[in-house]
């Protein structure tokens, strides 16, 4: 079927299968940063955004994102890399395998919540899985970059 | 340290990672790939009688259905370690005997993943169903046997007898144990039963394999073992080993699990019989049911001490789930003993024996601490167990048994102890839990309850006389440098550790040092990455390399400077001649020679390094819990690691590892496990069912380092990655313990067990 859609801010036209993941979709157009960690919405690792929303793109129809806007990690990376900084500081993106879809949820975070708390920030993050960091680097890195970013 | 070691220096690889590069195995692999398919056993024992392909082959765009009579008929094991060390060779690539729900009946390629799914369910298999055994305890004698093929072979030290289901036997006794025995004021016993645990790293096992240009079969895997890997493909595939080469990208996490070859051969093989490029992604659920797990044991201690708290015997008994296959069971089995005693540094005497059965389920596998912890477990809870019954604080009863710096370690491979904190561990992880406070509970009302419990632990860095690791380097026409291990980071940074022990050895700072991908074909040889060597072990063969560079530069820079070698003085800058005169040449200059020069060398070095002995990494774990008596709901309030891995190369790294580590040992204790239904097929098999800690589950994990020197480690460096998850457990255990006076002894702790527990108080 028809697909028309703007991928990282640039329209974006062709064909879909219907039954076409929007996470296929997307690595089938070498945005390597959408990572498969489970196909059943429990890890968080393909978490890109549309409409400046994110949602799990392993679990979300590509036709479904028809007209709407698109965004991965290859879309927001200056601001990515930044936040990596923070991460990087730290040791905490260790693998890395969780690191696109973790940063895609936190610069969501940014945007719609205002001062988070620590605790806000945990609960927003809490579909995010890590198996390498314990997870309290993470929070560390990404707390410390929120309080320069205010 | 003076220019990158004991700094928090980031991940050489970080910006790539933090910005999604293709970096990872699944992003390499070339776009016409056949795409590979795995026929899985629904059945826990079978034999096939027939498999007919032809409906399968007939699929638009199938390029082969292989079933066993396609694969070479050669025994081999899929498991790395070091050199064969006791894994029995006993599978082929596909048989026409399965062995547990998720064993490989057959493998499809086509040119489209629509077209190799529908193939695989238009394959028709028939099978015999034989009887099947999933509890390690009565696999004994279960007929037929697993594993009755007549080309079985495995060492004669595994003491196994395939026919009875034994996969291996061994037995350890030092002294006197009844008469140690016979002089102790309390004596205490229990077993304990740890589950099998799946590592889900959030990478899943995948390769791609191709024929290069000049006929070699080039296999691009997510591993632990790049030339384990090569090693095992050409024995499995019969082909001579300069035949094969096998390339690691960036690696999403391994944790033991990618320290056996799981979906390689099954790639390999299609472009062995297709001469097309191929590549193989496993699914969670693949990833969950048909890989390996760690081994579920059974594990008896006894305890004896005199009043003033010596433990002065103790025997460990362990009986271990191999699963299907026996890779990595023996060392496993091995180290729920050898690694546990040693904490008993004053015991008389001890027995260690175990027995390895084989099973129905899926393999057992490495997995971060291998063995120990398991036995910690066991051991350390009854060391708690033990302070009670002497009425004595755990953390004194530790210090009065711990090894010290010296002791002789009968039971850890008859070593001695050349460096160790852990008194400061122990000390300090108690003042920072606010034990003395908190110990052993607080009622915060009438259901809840607030606990403190703690153990210790050690685990090795590598294993001595037979990890062979090697590193290189290499100068820069432009005087930087160039270097390379054939370890396999997989995520833990020791691309970027080595590197700074590589700037350490010759003085520089770490931005003039870069680190080569791994590639068999370029890479210095290592047996891989585990057993808690990249540090220790591959970085003494870098300081290694690096000081036999200097060597040679230094040779070249007496040539320059006519001065004789013993005079010249290197930097890290300049090469000074110290013979009276005032002659220095810089390290750009000096690099320059070798494309000026023609006399001038090619500055390149190559270090190898194999360790007589293993010096642990020790720590103290303590857990804060709160319990609800009501719900038996547990929830961890602080958990504090303090660690003795001598120098710390890395702080942040070894930071994150340890952190990463507590946090899986406390999935361990509280909730993962891994489930069979009666007819052996495993039950929880997504991120749904197979609960790892989440962010909710867990508090702000702390983490000190009590830093002692080992002599023999690079600038005194020990290893960090596996010692920090054997805490957990045995603390928790405690914690709750202390909490309600519930033992447990079956993991994971969950609340129905701890109420069940609180419920055979109530009724006696």
């Known amino acids: ?150 | 340290m003076k220019y990158a070691v004991n700094q928090p220096v980031p991940k050489l690889d970080s910006a790539a990672m933090t910005t999604g590069k293709p970096i990872y195995t699944e992003d390499l692999a070339p776009a016409d790939c056949l795409i590979v398919k795995v026929l899985r056993s629904p059945h826990a024992f079978a034999r096939i009688t027939a498999i007919r392909k032809k409906r399968a082959l007939a699929v638009p765009g199938v390029a082969c259905a292989l079933t066993w009579e396609d694969v070479p008929r050669i025994r081999h094991s899929l498991g790395g370690l070091a050199y064969t060390f006791g894994s029995p060779n006993d599978r082929y690539i596909l048989e026409d005997t399965v062995r547990y729900v998720g064993d490989a009946v057959a493998i499809v390629a086509a040119e489209t993943e629509e077209a190799a799914d529908k193939a695989l369910r238009l394959l028709e298999v028939d099978y015999e169903l034989l009887p099947a055994v999933l509890d390690p305890r009565q696999a004994l004698d279960h007929q037929p046997p697993i594993h009755g093929e007549e080309d079985y072979s495995a060492e004669d030290t595994l003491q196994g007898q395939p026919k009875r289901n034994l996969m291996a036997h061994f037995e350890l006794p030092y002294g006197d144990l009844d008469a140690a025995f016979a002089k102790c004021d309390v004596v205490v016993e229990d077993t304990f039963h740890t589950r099998a645990n799946s590592h889900a790293m959030m990478e899943t096992f995948r390769a791609f394999s191709y024929y290069d240009a000049n006929g070699r079969l080039a296999i691009v895997t997510s591993t632990q073992i790049p030339f384990l890997c090569r090693r095992t493909a050409a024995q499995a595939l019969g082909m001579p080993i300069d035949r094969i080469r096998v390339i690691k990208p960036k690696v999403g996490g391994g944790f033991g699990a990618k320290q056996s070859l799981v979906c390689e051969l099954l790639c390999a093989i299609v472009t062995v019989k297709t001469r097309r490029p191929a590549k193989l992604i496993y699914s969670r659920t693949e990833s969950f049911i048909a890989s390996n797990s760690r081994h579920e044991t059974y594990i008896t201690v006894k305890l004896g001490a005199t009043k003033d708290g010596i433990v002065r015997a103790a025997s460990v008994h362990t009986i271990s789930n191999a699963g299907a296959y026996g890779e990595q069971a023996f060392a496993t089995a091995l180290l729920t003993g050898v690694k546990t005693l040693p904490m008993f540094g004053r015991a008389e005497a001890f027995h260690f024996d175990f027995d390895i059965t084989y099973t129905n389920t899926m393999a057992g596998g490495a997995f971060r601490g291998f063995g120990a912890t398991q036995g910690f477990f066991a051991t350390e809870s009854m060391t708690n167990r033990l302070a009670v019954e002497l009425g004595m604080d755990p953390c004194q009863l530790r210090l009065k048994n711990i090894p010290h710096s010296g002791d002789f370690m009968p039971a850890y491979f008859f070593e001695f102890l050349t460096s160790s904190a852990l008194d400061r561990c122990i000390k300090t992880g108690r003042n920072m839990i606010g034990w003395d406070q908190k110990y052993p509970r607080v009622e915060v009302d009438g259901s809840r309850v607030r606990a403190v419990g703690m153990a210790v632990a050690l685990q090795s860095s590598g294993i001595s006389k037979a990890d062979k690791c090697c590193a290189s380097v290499k100068l820069c026409e432009d005087g930087r440098y160039i270097v390379s291990n054939g370890a396999g980071d997989m995520g833990t940074g020791c691309d970027t550790v080595l590197a700074q022990i590589a700037a350490e050895t010759l003085q520089c700072s770490i931005d003039r040092v870069s680190s080569a991908p791994v590639d068999t074909d370029s890479s210095p040889y290592d047996k891989g990455s585990f057993a808690s060597s990249t540090t220790y072990v591959t970085g003494m063969a870098m300081v290694k390399a690096c000081e036999q560079l200097t060597g040679m530069m230094k040779a070249e820079a007496a040539r320059a400077l006519d001065c004789p070698v013993a005079f010249i003085e290197f930097d890290g800058d300049f090469f000074y001649a110290r013979n009276g005169s005032s002659g220095r040449l810089s390290l750009e200059l000096l690099a320059r020679r070798q494309v000026t020069e023609p006399d001038c060398p090619w500055f390149t070095a190559e270090g190898s390094h194999c360790s007589p002995t293993s010096p642990p990494p020790l720590m103290a774990g303590f857990a804060e819990i709160e319990l609800d008596r009501d719900t038996g709901k547990v929830t961890v309030l602080d958990y504090v690691g303090v660690v003795d891995c001598g120098t710390v190369v890395n702080p942040a790294l070894a930071r994150v590892q340890a952190q990463g580590g507590i946090a899986q040992g406390i999935g361990m204790a509280l909730y993962e496990d891994v489930q069979y239904d009666e007819a052996g097929r495993m039950l929880n098999r997504n991120f749904l069912r197979y609960k790892i800690p989440s962010r909710m589950d867990l508090p702000p994990i702390r983490v000190a380092f009590e830093q002692s020197y080992e002599p023999s480690g690079p600038f005194g460096a020990k290893s960090i990655g596996e010692v920090v998850i054997n805490t957990p457990v045995p603390a928790i255990a405690d914690a709750i313990y202390n909490a309600c006076g519930v033992r447990m002894t079956d993991l994971p702790m969950t609340p129905e067990k701890i109420l069940k527990g609180l419920r055979q108080q109530v009724q006696p």
């Open chain 1, 1 to 150: 079927m028809n697909l028309e859609l703007t991928l990282n801010g640039r329209p974006w036209k062709g064909e879909a299968s219907p039954s076409q993941t929007l996470l296929d979709f997307l690595r089938a157009q070498g945005l390597a940063s959408v990572k498969r960690g489970c196909d059943t919405e429990n890890c968080g690792l393909c978490t890109v955004w549309v409409d400046d929303a994110p949602v799990l793109s392993c679990s979300y129809l590509a036709c479904r994102a028809t007209g709407r806007r698109v965004t991965t990690l290859e879309g927001v990376e200056e601001q990515a890399a930044d936040l990596g900084r923070f991460l990087a500081a730290r040791g905490a993106e260790q693998c890395g395998f969780c690191s696109p879809g973790f940063l895609m949820t936190v610069l969501a975070l940014r945007r719609e919540l205002p001062h988070p708390t620590r605790e806000e920030v945990r609960a927003y993050l809490a579909g995010n899985l890590c198996r390498c960091s314990g997870y309290t680097a993470q929070m560390d890195a990404v707390c410390a970059w929120l309080e320069v970013e205010e």
